[in-house]
């Protein structure tokens, strides 16, 4: 699977039924053939229906998360091969969601990347600081922290997408400007321009508080290839202004 350059992904987190389904439906006949990657993340009970619906379109299915083995003695968890089984060709790791509601650390990160890439998966990684930590000025500190310490050597443009969601702006309809947005995206282009070959071609989304309102002005920032987008994905009417503005 080879990451688009220009991307509209959708992460549904703890939301969506069978019902939900309908809205993909929605989204593949309003774009059958889009001028950018679509890529929707459904809980993962919902990943072999969601992709039977999108065989064939142009929307690719995603995880939200997985277990860095392969398989074992691991209660509730779910392993990359079996999220790639199912029909996922993406995957979100690194959510602040996950680092928050989890407790995962960048070294369980970046284990978890690696199991992805080897089970073919497509890795969507999330970084991003809290409030606190861009009041206290150490934004871009904590930002090549987390790209370090989560992002193994060896990746390509084709297995690694790179989100940056500032924490404070997750669901809470407050968006950093677009300076600031240049600045992270740009701190992101070059620490994967001197770490990959390809790093000039890596696809590099905004998260937190897109909707189709401002969509066109984040996406006119320097190195904003595309979104990671939660609540505005959940319905098509409004995720399919995100991806006009897009493509
Ligand atoms: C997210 O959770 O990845 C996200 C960006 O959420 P929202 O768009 O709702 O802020």
Same mark, same amino acid.
């Given at each position: 699977? +080879?990451?688009?350059?220009?991307? *509209? #992904?959708?992460?549904?987190?703890?939301?969506?039924?069978?019902?939900? &389904?309908?809205? @993909?439906?929605?989204?593949? /006949?309003a774009?059958?053939?889009?001028?950018?990657?679509i890529?929707?993340?459904?809980?993962? +009970?919902?990943?072999?229906?969601?992709?039977?619906?999108?065989? %064939?379109t142009?929307?690719?299915?995603? #995880?939200?998360?997985?277990? *860095?083995?392969?398989?074992?003695?691991?209660t509730?968890?779910?392993?990359?091969?079996? &999220?790639?089984?199912?029909?996922?060709?993406?995957?979100?790791?690194?959510?602040?969601?996950?680092?928050?509601?989890?407790?995962?650390?960048?070294?369980?990160?970046?284990?978890? &990347?690696?199991?992805?890439?080897?089970?073919?998966?497509?890795?969507?990684?999330?970084?991003?600081?809290?409030?606190?930590?861009?009041?206290?000025? /150490?934004?871009?500190?904590?930002? $090549?922290?987390?790209? /370090?310490?989560?992002?193994?050597?060896?990746?390509?443009?084709?297995?690694?997408?790179? #989100?940056?969601?500032?924490?404070? *702006?997750?669901?809470?309809?407050?968006?950093?400007?677009?300076?600031?947005?240049?600045?992270?995206?740009?701190l992101? $282009?070059s620490?994967?321009?001197?770490?990959?070959?390809?790093?000039?071609?890596?696809? &590099?989304?905004?998260?937190?508080?897109?909707?189709?309102?401002?969509?066109?002005?984040?996406?006119?920032?320097?190195? @904003?290839? %595309?979104?990671?987008v939660?609540?505005?994905?959940?319905?098509?009417?409004d995720? +399919? %202004?995100?991806?006009?503005?897009?493509?």
């Amino acid at each position: 699977m +080879t990451a688009p350059k220009k991307l *509209a #992904a959708g992460n549904w987190k703890m939301n969506g039924s069978q019902e939900a &389904l309908s809205e @993909v439906d929605q989204l593949s /006949s309003a774009y059958p053939a889009p001028g950018c990657g679509i890529v929707i993340c459904p809980p993962a +009970t919902l990943i072999p229906a969601l992709s039977e619906r999108a065989r %064939g379109t142009a929307i690719k299915v995603g #995880a939200q998360d997985c277990h *860095a083995e392969v398989s074992g003695a691991h209660t509730g968890d779910i392993s990359a091969k079996m &999220l790639a089984e199912a029909g996922a060709d993406f995957v979100i790791l690194g959510h602040s969601e996950r680092r928050g509601d989890h407790g995962e650390t960048d070294d369980q990160v970046r284990a978890k &990347l690696m199991a992805a890439v080897d089970a073919g998966l497509t890795v969507i990684i999330c970084v991003g600081e809290t409030l606190e930590q861009r009041d206290g000025g /150490s934004t871009l500190d904590v930002v $090549r922290g987390q790209l /370090s310490g989560s992002i193994p050597d060896g990746l390509t443009a084709a297995n690694l997408v790179v #989100a940056y969601e500032p924490v404070w *702006a997750i669901g809470t309809g407050k968006v950093p400007t677009t300076e600031q947005i240049a600045e992270v995206h740009d701190l992101i $282009r070059s620490e994967m321009t001197r770490r990959f070959a390809d790093g000039a071609a890596m696809t &590099l989304l905004y998260g937190g508080s897109v909707k189709a309102a401002n969509a066109e002005e984040i996406f006119a920032v320097a190195n @904003v290839d %595309g979104a990671l987008v939660g609540g505005a994905s959940l319905r098509a009417d409004d995720f +399919t %202004g995100i991806i006009r503005a897009l493509e």
